[in-house]
């Protein structure tokens, strides 16, 4: 069988199908490499021959250059803050300050098992982020554990199973509650700690359905999920309400804190009827999204559940000292008691919380609010321009983001996704679409605070011919279908 | 701006709070400027002691090796750092094929059909695997062996309180036997102790059984041992941290995952696979997506959403910059470095190497007592060592009753380490002999 091979230009390398950039397999050389490390001849004679590789060990050879080249070809075609603006709905893509990469280098040569006297810098740094964090959310107690908001959303779950089962009442509560404009994780992580998910439908406001939702109340609930600002921009017009009504029968209000680039300054969740709150600090704080990750979702809470809390906690003594209350070196360390245990086999994405931290600092109080505040007249001044051209799904007052419907472009030719296309066209990238699934042909646009006002005002859109697009991004429309119905998951080495 | 909104304040925007919860004080500190924030951050690290600060034993699931100086320069460059999840594939392509390239290595180097693009990190990728097995069998009964990391395993039981599992944990000699019923069995190879584990007769006995074999693995020990895929291995866990990502005191990290294509549909997080665009080019997207939490809902195989998506990109940057004989030579030198160092502290009077049979780049050593008093053996000495500012980890409560150290190498080991080590438990040892003969 012939190969058809495609020659890229830049590179005179072959490839087996037309392609941006080949493959780290396809410009392997055999006997090629860099000499990054070498030695240690000696420890083959160390492995019993039982357990020694067989295996073919079918790494590319490659020299140090190649290497810098293909990443370096491969970024070039990614889009990023760094490159534009980035109006993705209910992801905060703020700018991310240089300042918070280069100090977070300070704390890369730290092993997570040092004794607690060597990390004395570190673990100040965390319990200083877990008061900051307590009160901007007006919450008590903090765990810096969870990976990401999902990971917080189960590990606050799993904290509300422990809460009931502590008061006898584990066996009947088995349900939670989850809006019908919640993001796909609150039902996942409900289902991960073994709970059935009542879904409840939003009202014509935008809001959660007050009725529904007590309708669906009853003491076999657990708790609920709720966005606030909630995935439309929409701030919960009867919070207190809805939270006093899960109050009543028992249950817990759990708070995603997704949207709360909305709230820093403006209102604390722990003032608004919330048990708990996650915050993203891949969006509220700054911290790069990092292509997919990592993040850190760090979960502050009311007392009555602090006890639940993932251990270790980061403890203060009478002289200043920071230590590991389950591995103290100074004296019997705790056990668990009713904490759920670990989420993770450390205390956290210390890199990432470093960021947020120096964010935080750097801000200050009245800089948090301003970013708020900024983030919030951004959206409104972007709606405000695109009103005349889409209809707007539940047309109020905006937090930081807001959710269009394509839906007359729709019947003109122009779908969400085409329009979402074309902004590419235009040197912009999306905004979210077709989510929340309550609105038909959803643009979900959250430009942010950091996005000057020239940028917002180019970012409106024309229906026109898009069908097309994007004629100008690296690649035309990606084939998703042939994708998953013949799954390529990996190279294949050329034979 | 105010004036297009048609506002006079952004307070106006705002009459959905609750007036009395609007604009609190928080008691937060005021800003700084960025050289102000530079030099307090200087001063906290300055706290810290670093793991090149002197001699230091600490491995596990992270380790200190050698990073590529190119390895940060790509992985960390903007377009990677600052882009989001890629839905976007037409302006992701950077992100989409180096995940590829991530999943493809990772593929190589377990010899496993398919890996996904990351999880969080080892523990936690390891309690997902769990979750993989226990929907695929319909069994609610995990099997894992004392000898995987405590904190792994600490963090499975946390995990498993989610869906109600029952979580039983045998030495690793026993877990062959306890396969009855078990959606799986956990081992580690090299476990926690560094010691060489028959994991091929586990698989089978898993198999056997009508259960799956899940392998906690580590990247470097698989330049040199038989990979997961070779040993009848289903899912193979690890913390992928040694890939050219920085310690950081605890994350982030990697989380490897990878499994047999059989179980590809039970995979928790994103899967890069390759497609072409409308014009025929050879292009890359997220698919299978209908595992996932924004399609499925509760219905999703896992929750996950964020991953450590820049982190398996820093894996592939490192595993392109090592090569096959890079990655060898690294894994080499921890294995010679431990068995010189075990050989010579193993000579030690009171001493003894305590991993069971063979190991890896890292062992167990079992060392004299220093005095009676509530604490044991192992960590008396640690914290002696301390004193002389060598850092070894000791397994304290974590693996039963012993009480022993626990000694890593890597690349990155120096012999004025590895003499500082055997000088300081020398004389430890010795002063402690003459305050009992002086007795």
Same mark, same amino acid.
């Not at chain 1, 009311?302 to 270790?312: H, T």
């Not at chain 2, 304290?396 to 000088?423: F, K, N, P, S, W």
């Given at each position: 069988?012939?190969?058809?091979?495609?020659?890229?230009?830049?590179?005179?390398?072959?490839?087996?199908?037309?392609?941006?950039?080949?493959?780290?397999?396809?410009?392997?050389?055999?006997?090629?490499?860099?000499?990054?490390?070498?030695?240690?001849?000696?420890?083959?004679?160390?492995?019993?021959?039982?357990?020694?590789?067989?295996?073919?060990?079918?790494?590319?050879? @490659?020299?140090?250059?190649?290497?810098?080249?293909?990443?370096?070809?491969?970024?070039?075609?990614?889009?990023?803050?760094?490159?534009?603006?980035?109006?993705?709905?209910?992801?905060?893509?703020?700018?991310?300050?240089?300042?918070?990469?280069?100090?977070?280098?300070?704390?890369?040569?730290?092993?997570?098992?040092?004794?607690?006297?060597?990390?004395?810098?570190?673990?100040?740094?965390? &319990?200083?982020?877990?008061?900051?964090?307590?009160?901007?959310?007006?919450?008590?107690?903090?765990?810096?554990?969870?990976?990401?908001?999902?990971?917080?959303?189960?590990?606050?779950?799993?904290?509300?199973?422990?809460?009931?089962?502590?008061?006898?009442?584990?066996?009947?509560?088995?349900?939670?509650?989850?809006?019908?404009?919640?993001?796909?994780? %609150?039902?996942?992580?409900?289902?991960?700690?073994?709970?059935?998910?009542?879904?409840?439908?939003?009202?014509?406001?935008?809001?959660?359905?007050?009725?529904?939702?007590?309708?669906?109340?009853?003491?076999?609930?657990?708790?609920?999920?709720?966005? %606030?600002?909630?995935?439309?921009?929409?701030?919960?017009?009867?919070?207190?309400?809805?939270?006093?009504?899960?109050?009543?029968?028992?249950?817990?209000?759990?708070?995603?804190?997704? %949207?709360?680039?909305?709230?820093?300054?403006?209102?604390?969740?722990?003032?608004?009827?919330?048990?708990?709150?996650?915050?993203?600090?891949?969006?509220?704080?700054?911290?790069?999204?990092?292509?997919?990750?990592?993040?850190?979702?760090?979960?502050?809470?009311?007392?009555?559940?602090?006890?639940?809390?993932?251990?270790?906690?980061?403890?203060?003594?009478?002289?200043?000292?920071?230590?590991?209350?389950?591995?103290?070196?100074?004296?019997?360390? &705790?056990?668990?008691?009713?904490?759920?245990?670990?989420?993770?086999?450390? @205390?956290? %994405?210390?890199?990432?919380?470093?960021?947020?931290?120096?964010?935080?600092?750097?801000?200050?109080?009245?800089?948090?609010?301003?970013?708020?505040?900024?983030?919030?007249?951004?959206?409104?001044?972007?709606?405000?321009?695109?009103?005349?051209?889409?209809?707007?799904?539940?047309?109020?007052?905006?937090?930081?983001?807001?959710?269009?419907?394509?839906?007359?472009?729709?019947?003109?030719?122009?779908?969400?996704?085409?329009?979402?296309?074309?902004?590419?066209?235009?040197?912009?990238?999306?905004?979210?679409?077709?989510?929340?699934?309550?609105?038909?042909?959803?643009?979900?646009?959250?430009?942010?605070?950091?996005?000057?006002?020239?940028?917002?005002?180019?970012?409106?859109?024309?229906?026109?011919?898009?069908?097309?697009?994007?004629?100008?991004?690296? @690649?035309?429309?990606?084939?998703?279908?042939?994708?998953?119905?013949?799954?390529?998951?990996?190279?294949?080495?050329?034979? | 701006? /105010?004036?297009?909104?048609? +506002?006079?304040?952004?307070?106006?925007?705002?009459?959905?709070?609750?007036?009395?919860?609007?604009?609190?004080?928080?008691?937060?500190?005021?800003?700084?400027?960025?050289?102000?924030?530079?030099?307090?951050?200087?001063?906290?690290?300055?706290?810290?002691?670093? !793991?090149?600060?002197?001699?230091?034993?600490?491995?596990?699931?992270?380790?200190?090796?050698?990073?590529?100086?190119?390895?940060?320069?790509?992985? /960390?460059?903007?377009?990677?750092?600052?882009?989001?999840?890629?839905?976007?594939?037409?302006?992701?392509?950077?992100?989409?094929?180096?995940?590829?390239?991530?999943?493809?290595? *990772?593929?190589?180097?377990?010899?496993?059909?398919?890996?996904?693009?990351?999880?969080?990190?080892?523990?936690?990728?390891?309690?997902?695997?769990?979750?993989?097995?226990?929907?695929?069998?319909?069994?609610?009964?995990?099997?894992?062996?004392?000898?995987?990391?405590?904190?792994?395993?600490?963090?499975?039981?946390?995990?498993?309180?989610?869906?109600?599992?029952?979580?039983?944990?045998?030495?690793?000699?026993?877990?062959?036997?306890?396969?009855?019923?078990?959606?799986?069995?956990?081992?580690?190879?090299?476990?926690?102790?560094?010691?060489?584990?028959?994991?091929?007769?586990?698989?089978?006995?898993?198999? !056997?059984?009508?259960?799956?074999?899940?392998?906690?693995?580590?990247?470097?020990?698989?330049?040199?041992?038989?990979?997961?895929?070779?040993?009848?291995?289903?899912?193979?866990?690890?913390?992928?941290?040694?890939?050219?990502?920085?310690?950081?005191?605890?994350?982030?990290?990697?989380?490897? /995952?990878?499994?047999?294509?059989?179980?590809?549909?039970?995979?928790?997080?994103? *899967?890069?696979?390759?497609?072409?665009?409308?014009?025929?080019?050879?292009?890359?997207?997220?698919?299978?997506?209908?595992?996932?939490?924004?399609?499925?809902?509760?219905?999703?195989?896992?929750?996950?959403?964020?991953?450590?998506? *820049?982190?398996?990109?820093?894996?592939?940057?490192?595993?392109?910059?090592?090569?096959?004989?890079?990655?060898?030579?690294?894994?080499?030198?921890?294995?010679?470095?431990?068995?010189? /160092?075990?050989?010579?502290?193993?000579?030690?009077?009171?001493?003894?190497?305590?991993?069971?049979?063979?190991?890896?780049?890292?062992?167990?050593?079992?060392?004299?007592?220093?005095?009676?008093?509530?604490?044991?053996?192992?960590? !008396?000495?640690?914290?002696?060592?301390?004193?002389?500012?060598?850092?070894?980890?000791?397994?304290?409560?974590?693996?039963?009753?012993?009480?022993?150290? *626990?000694?890593?190498?890597?690349?990155?080991?120096?012999?004025?380490?590895?003499?500082?080590?055997?000088?300081? +438990?020398?004389?430890?040892? !010795?002063?402690?002999?003459?305050?009992?003969?002086?007795?």
């Amino acid at each position: 069988m012939t190969i058809r091979t495609q020659v890229i230009p830049d590179s005179g390398v072959k490839t087996a199908v037309p392609a941006l950039e080949p493959l780290l397999v396809e410009i392997h050389e055999e006997g090629r490499a860099g000499r990054h490390v070498r030695g240690g001849e000696e420890a083959d004679a160390l492995i019993p021959a039982a357990f020694r590789r067989r295996a073919p060990l079918g790494l590319p050879e @490659l020299s140090e250059p190649q290497v810098v080249r293909h990443f370096t070809h491969l970024a070039q075609l990614n889009y990023a803050v760094d490159t534009g603006m980035y109006p993705l709905g209910s992801c905060t893509m703020k700018y991310n300050p240089k300042i918070n990469d280069r100090v977070a280098s300070l704390f890369a040569d730290l092993h997570p098992k040092q004794p607690q006297s060597t990390v004395q810098g570190a673990l100040t740094l965390l &319990a200083e982020l877990e008061r900051m964090l307590a009160k901007l959310t007006g919450m008590d107690a903090v765990t810096l554990q969870p990976a990401a908001g999902a990971q917080a959303e189960f590990t606050a779950i799993l904290m509300f199973k422990a809460y009931h089962q502590k008061r006898g009442e584990g066996a009947k509560r088995h349900r939670v509650i989850v809006p019908d404009t919640a993001h796909g994780t %609150n039902p996942a992580s409900a289902a991960m700690c073994g709970f059935q998910v009542t879904t409840v439908k939003s009202d014509a406001h935008g809001n959660i359905d007050l009725a529904s939702l007590k309708a669906a109340l009853g003491d076999d609930v657990v708790g609920l999920m709720l966005t %606030n600002p909630n995935t439309l921009g929409l701030f919960e017009e009867r919070l207190r309400e809805v939270c006093d009504a899960v109050h009543a029968v028992g249950g817990l209000v759990y708070g995603d804190g997704a %949207n709360m680039n909305a709230l820093l300054g403006v209102a604390r969740p722990g003032d608004l009827g919330f048990d708990c709150i996650h915050i993203n600090v891949h969006k509220t704080f700054s911290t790069p999204h990092g292509a997919g990750g990592p993040g850190a979702g760090p979960l502050c809470v009311k007392e009555p559940l602090r006890a639940f809390l993932p251990k270790p906690w980061i403890v203060r003594d009478e002289q200043g000292r920071y230590h590991l209350d389950t591995a103290r070196d100074d004296q019997p360390p &705790a056990g668990l008691g009713d904490s759920i245990g670990r989420v993770r086999t450390f @205390l956290g %994405n210390f890199g990432v919380l470093v960021r947020a931290y120096t964010y935080m600092r750097t801000l200050g109080e009245e800089g948090l609010a301003e970013a708020s505040n900024d983030a919030i007249l951004a959206a409104n001044y972007l709606l405000a321009q695109l009103r005349e051209h889409f209809d707007v799904a539940f047309d109020r007052a905006c937090m930081h983001e807001f959710v269009l419907s394509a839906s007359r472009q729709k019947k003109q030719g122009a779908s969400a996704l085409d329009i979402a296309k074309a902004l590419i066209d235009e040197g912009f990238h999306p905004p979210t679409v077709y989510f929340p699934l309550v609105v038909p042909e959803a643009l979900m646009i959250e430009p942010t605070e950091t996005e000057p006002r020239e940028i917002a005002e180019r970012a409106k859109t024309d229906p026109a011919s898009v069908k097309a697009a994007p004629k100008h991004a690296p @690649l035309a429309r990606l084939d998703e279908v042939t994708a998953a119905r013949n799954p390529k998951l990996k190279w294949q080495r050329p034979t | 701006m /105010l004036e297009r909104v048609g +506002i006079k304040s952004v307070d106006d925007l705002l009459t959905a709070i609750p007036k009395d919860a609007l604009r609190p004080k928080l008691g937060l500190p005021v800003g700084m400027s960025e050289l102000e924030i530079q030099t307090h951050l200087e001063s906290l690290a300055a706290k810290n002691r670093t !793991a090149g600060a002197g001699p230091f034993f600490l491995g596990g699931p992270v380790q200190r090796r050698y990073i590529p100086a190119a390895v940060p320069v790509l992985a /960390l460059r903007g377009e990677f750092l600052t882009a989001y999840t890629p839905y976007q594939p037409e302006v992701s392509q950077g992100t989409l094929q180096s995940i590829f390239e991530y999943q493809s290595l *990772i593929s190589e180097l377990l010899a496993m059909d398919v890996a996904n693009s990351s999880m969080y990190e080892g523990g936690s990728a390891v309690a997902e695997a769990a979750f993989m097995a226990v929907r695929t069998t319909g069994r609610k009964k995990v099997v894992m062996a004392s000898e995987v990391y405590f904190e792994f395993r600490r963090t499975v039981r946390t995990y498993a309180k989610g869906p109600d599992l029952e979580i039983v944990e045998v030495p690793t000699r026993d877990l062959a036997p306890a396969a009855d019923g078990a959606a799986c069995l956990i081992v580690q190879h090299p476990d926690a102790f560094g010691g060489l584990v028959d994991v091929r007769a586990i698989a089978d006995a898993a198999h !056997a059984a009508g259960g799956l074999c899940i392998q906690v693995t580590e990247p470097h020990a698989n330049a040199l041992l038989e990979p997961p895929g070779a040993l009848g291995v289903d899912i193979a866990v690890g913390e992928g941290q040694p890939l050219g990502i920085a310690m950081s005191f605890g994350g982030p990290y990697l989380g490897i /995952l990878a499994c047999r294509m059989a179980l590809v549909r039970q995979m928790p997080g994103r *899967i890069v696979g390759e497609t072409h665009d409308a014009r025929g080019m050879r292009g890359f997207v997220n698919t299978l997506q209908t595992r996932e939490q924004h399609i499925r809902r509760e219905k999703a195989t896992s929750n996950i959403c964020t991953n450590e998506a *820049i982190a398996a990109i820093t894996a592939a940057v490192y595993l392109g910059l090592m090569g096959p004989e890079g990655l060898r030579a690294a894994a080499r030198l921890g294995v010679a470095k431990a068995h010189a /160092l075990a050989h010579r502290l193993g000579a030690l009077p009171g001493c003894s190497v305590s991993t069971d049979g063979d190991f890896f780049d890292r062992f167990a050593l079992r060392v004299p007592r220093l005095a009676p008093g509530r604490e044991g053996s192992g960590y !008396a000495l640690r914290n002696a060592l301390l004193v002389d500012n060598v850092i070894v980890e000791a397994t304290a409560a974590h693996y039963g009753d012993r009480d022993d150290l *626990i000694i890593q190498c890597t690349e990155m080991t120096t012999d004025a380490e590895m003499d500082a080590l055997v000088a300081a +438990i020398e004389s430890i040892a !010795a002063s402690v002999r003459e305050t009992v003969t002086a007795r």
